[in-house]
């Protein structure tokens, strides 16, 4: 793959894992959260 | 009343939910990446395998919001409320991974990040929308006024996914046409291709009703424990 359009395959899976995983982790952390408050 | 046998942290349907959507996505990835490059776009096409999946889910999502904002107008019951700002959260969350993708794919392919044309503008519309329904959301104090004034900005919304997904049709510009032309019953991919995007897409439409089921779990919680505080 040319190594200029690699960069912008790169940058979209990425975001791709950060958002899918980080957003996941941030409901496992709010439902801790909330389990915690009762 | 037994609250730790009440409360269980992730019930096992959740996540199930969450280890088959990325079980499937880890298979899309593999797909995804050793699909053949396309003629033209060369192996910038990997983007769409995750941006067509995304926009998809983001569709669906806003969609999904306006059904329980009915549902909510229709009976009354908060939790519909809950589930439809749960919906058009994630909406959002994909809307914007839709965008990075489509821009990072816009840049080697018509030399610029962002232009005016039609599909990008209804798509910054469609995304402007759903963050004028969260401040929307965030100004109003009165739950019963708040949640009447969100469904009907989540069923007011929902108009402009025709809109944006028909732009490619009725304004002919630099975007290219759907991937899987619902309107002509057209697929414009070889089978290894589709076989890539439809697995992506799968998996994170089963992310989705994770993240939806997760969520409104979440919010049913924090306002029963509003409600336990009043």
């Given amino acids: 793959m040319n190594s200029s ?9 990425a975001s791709t894992y950060a958002v899918l995983l980080g957003y996941t982790a941030y409901l496992l952390w709010r439902l801790r959260e909330v389990e915690g408050e009762d | 009343m037994n609250h730790a046998a009440k409360k269980k942290t992730l019930d096992n349907l959740s996540l199930g939910l969450l280890l088959a959507g990325f079980a499937v996505f880890a298979v ?16 910038l096409i990997r983007i769409l395998y995750v941006h067509v999946g995304a926009a998809w889910v983001a569709y669906l999502a806003f969609f999904v919001a306006m059904i329980y904002a009915v549902l909510y107008l229709w009976k009354q019951n ?11 959260e994630i909406g959002l969350l994909f809307m914007g991974l839709t965008l990075i993708g489509g821009m990072m794919w816009a840049r080697p392919t018509w030399g610029v990040y962002w232009t005016w ?13 759903y963050v004028g329904y969260f401040l929307l959301r965030h100004a109003i104090e009165d739950p019963e006024f708040r949640a009447k004034a969100a469904a009907a900005a989540a069923i007011l919304g929902v108009v402009n996914i025709p809109i944006n997904y028909m732009s490619v049709y009725w304004w002919r510009s630099i975007h290219q ?8 019953r057209k697929v414009h991919m070889d089978f290894p291709m589709v076989q890539a995007m439809m697995v992506n897409l799968l998996a994170i439409t089963l992310l989705y009703v994770a993240f939806l089921r997760i969520k409104g779990i979440i919010a049913a919680r924090a306002a029963a424990r509003e409600d336990w505080d009043e």
């Fill in chain 1, 5 to 13: 359009l690699g960069i912008f395959v790169t940058a979209v899976y």
């Fill in chain 2, 28 to 43: 899309g990835q593999y797909l995804a990446f050793t699909a053949p490059p396309d003629v033209q776009q060369g192996y």
């Fill in chain 2, 117 to 129: 044309e039609p599909k990008l503008t209804t798509s910054a519309i469609l995304t402007a929308f």
């Fill in chain 2, 177 to 184: 046409t759907a991937t899987f032309d619902i309107i002509n």
């Fill in chain 2, 78 to 88: 908060p939790a519909y409320d809950r589930l439809s700002a749960a919906s058009a």
